[in-house]
């Protein structure tokens, strides 16, 4: 029963939109096999750096600690000498989600530029730290290319186990329900600092000290419902979720106890995250701490 509203008002939603607004209806309005696929008719795919670019990376192959490395996944800045991400930024909306199984290709980054250290599937090994995604494996699920993209070593952090298979699972799962439920979320995460808490005690680097661990792993995520101009639909009523979370194995599991506000996470990493926003804005949200549900 409940397929069937969503397949009427999934229809007449298309319908309106054929006229209304031809950027975002992807789909012919006249398919009903496609309107059948999902209440969220309009979620599409969108640029993984609408909401700025948090650290101004660059191009440049001399930029060894802020080097910005794009793919049609995701977004990141690339540190060579820590041998991780700065930030990995990304859009989810359901467009992105598929049925294509978790690949577990791990595997270096050839796009590096030539003559960097590329951090290897191994390089993890034995060291008691994960090799935790930042764009997660659960996010890209529409084609094997997509998958197996989170699964390049430069989309790793050394990441304590109970943080990345619990309290970082858990916000995953999370956002992927609002993307469900017909949002469009954009999500930046990262890590700062050195020195981390694993499943074999505290370390500092692995690789040989190619590969820092961080202290630090944190997330901002911004929630709209689906819709086009994403920067600019941002208000001082937008749901903004921001963590910041210790890379240590005693963590709690609920990930809402480490909200804190953007301007947090700015003021610890230096960086301008939602610069795309109207300053306005940022300030409101970026000041303000979550308390939305958990699940
Ligand atoms: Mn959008
Ligand atoms: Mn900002």
């Known amino acids: 029963m409940k397929s069937v509203i969503y397949r009427i008002t999934g229809l007449a939603l298309l319908t309106s939109l054929a006229v209304s607004c031809s950027k975002d209806s992807v789909i012919p309005a006249a398919n009903p096999a496609a309107v059948s696929q999902s209440a969220d008719a309009t979620a599409t795919r969108e640029s993984n750096l609408a909401m700025g670019n948090p650290s101004g990376a660059t191009t440049s192959t001399t930029n060894y600690t802020n080097y910005l490395l794009t793919k049609s ?155 086009s101009s994403d920067a600019s639909r941002v208000t001082t009523s937008t749901r903004v979720i921001a963590i910041d979370t210790p890379n240590d194995n005693t963590i709690q599991t609920t990930w809402g106890s480490y909200r804190t506000t953007v301007d947090a996470i700015e003021a610890a990493t230096g960086y301008d995250l939602l610069s795309a926003v109207s300053a306005t804005v940022q300030s409101t949200v970026e000041s303000r701490v979550d308390a939305g549900p958990t699940s």
């Not at 993890?124 to 989170?150: E, I, L, M, Q």
């Open 73 to 227: 996944q995701f977004s990141m800045s690339y540190h060579r000498d820590r041998g991780i991400p700065n930030w990995v930024s990304w859009h989810l909306s359901s467009a992105w989600l598929g049925s294509t199984p978790r690949q577990d290709n791990f595997a270096a980054d050839a796009t590096l530029p030539s003559g960097w250290y590329r951090v290897g599937s191994t390089s993890y090994s034995g060291s008691g730290f994960d090799r935790g995604h930042n764009c997660p494996s659960a996010d890209r699920t529409g084609s094997v290319a997509d998958n197996s993209a989170t699964f390049l070593m430069t989309n790793m952090m050394p990441q304590a186990p109970r943080n990345n298979q619990q309290t970082w699972a858990n916000l995953e799962n999370y956002c992927r329900t609002l993307a469900n439920a017909g949002n469009e979320l954009y999500i930046i995460c990262g890590s700062y600092g050195r020195g981390g808490t694993g499943a074999n005690g505290y370390a500092t680097t692995l690789d040989a000290g190619r590969v820092t661990v961080p202290a630090r792993c944190w997330k901002v995520i911004v929630v709209l419902p689906n819709g």
